[in-house]
């Protein structure tokens, strides 16, 4: 080992071992640990789509041929009622053979080709046109219609700093309590699975309309996007002898 090499081992031990006293002696500190929540609900501006394509036959080419030209004709379908193409993805594109329980059998019933189809919209009003639209084909299947807004990460960061502070009330309650008070943060976290998911929109049956959560017409029923953010905090505990 050359001497830059031992030196350089050397010094990494003693930062380690400072690091595991450092940490210790936190350990050793008053403190107290609290959790704080905080909720931000907004009304979805977005609202996200993922279709399944699929059609089966008798022979792999012909199923290819005609499942190529059934997705061109989705597609088409979605960038003529409006959706912005920078918004529409395809992906799992896959084609195999077609098995088939019959009679307790399994059994080989020609092939199937498939694709997914994904796509974003921000007008609300192409909901009639696009799913009275995609009813018409058999070969289309809605797996998922979920809401999301513009900006999320805007209200994410804000109900993060409502969240801090929740903790920081929360702790200072706590040990004022007891006569005591709360002194520097010794450890902040996110419980990164805190966050509430998306609200799926409620469709009416045979496209009949319903009222939406702001009064509207469209079929669909917006609701609120809850945004849930969750903070865990340690601060010094600190009591006068």
Same mark, same amino acid.
């Given at each position: 080992?050359?001497? @830059?090499?031992?030196? @350089? ?8 071992? @400072? ?30 789509? /993922?279709?399944?394509?699929?059609? !089966? ?8 041929? $005609? /499942? ?7 597609? #088409? ?27 307790? $059998?399994?059994? #080989?019933? =020609?092939y199937y080709a498939s694709t997914s189809v994904s796509f974003e919209m921000s007008d609300f009003d192409l909901y009639r046109t696009l799913w009275s639209g995609l009813a018409q084909d058999e /070969? ?5 219609? =979920?809401?999301? /807004? ?11 700093? *409502? ?12 040990? +004022?309590?007891? &006569?005591?008070?709360?002194? +520097?943060?010794?450890?902040? +976290? +996110?419980?990164? &699975? ?10 009416? $049956? $045979? ?7 702001? &009064?509207?017409?469209? =079929?669909?029923? *917006?609701?609120?996007?809850?945004? !849930? ?13």
């Open positions: 080992m050359t001497k @830059f090499a031992a030196r @350089f081992v050397l010094a990494t031990s003693v930062l380690i071992a @400072f690091a595991s006293l450092a940490r210790a002696d936190d350990d050793a500190l008053p403190k107290v640990t609290v959790y704080g929540t905080a909720t931000t609900e907004v009304t979805p501006d977005l609202m996200n789509w /993922h279709l399944t394509i699929t059609n !089966k036959g008798k022979d792999l080419a012909p199923v290819a041929d $005609n /499942h190529h030209r059934i997705v061109a004709g989705v597609l #088409k379908l979605l960038k003529d009622s409006g959706i912005d193409e920078q918004k529409i993805q395809t992906a799992r594109m896959a084609f195999g053979e077609n098995w088939v329980y019959r009679s307790n $059998n399994r059994v #080989k019933e =020609g /070969h289309v299947s809605i797996d998922y219609v =979920g809401y999301d /807004h513009s900006k999320r990460i805007d209200y994410q960061n804000e109900t993060r700093i *409502k969240a801090l502070l929740a903790a920081k009330e929360k702790a200072k309650a706590l040990a +004022e309590t007891l &006569g005591s008070q709360i002194g +520097e943060p010794l450890l902040i +976290e +996110e419980d990164a &699975g805190s966050q509430s998911m998306y609200p799926v929109p409620t469709f009416s $049956n $045979n496209l009949r309309t319903v009222e939406s959560a702001d &009064g509207g017409s469209e =079929g669909i029923a *917006k609701g609120k996007i809850p945004i !849930k953010i969750r903070i865990k905090a340690s601060f010094r505990l600190i009591t006068q002898g």
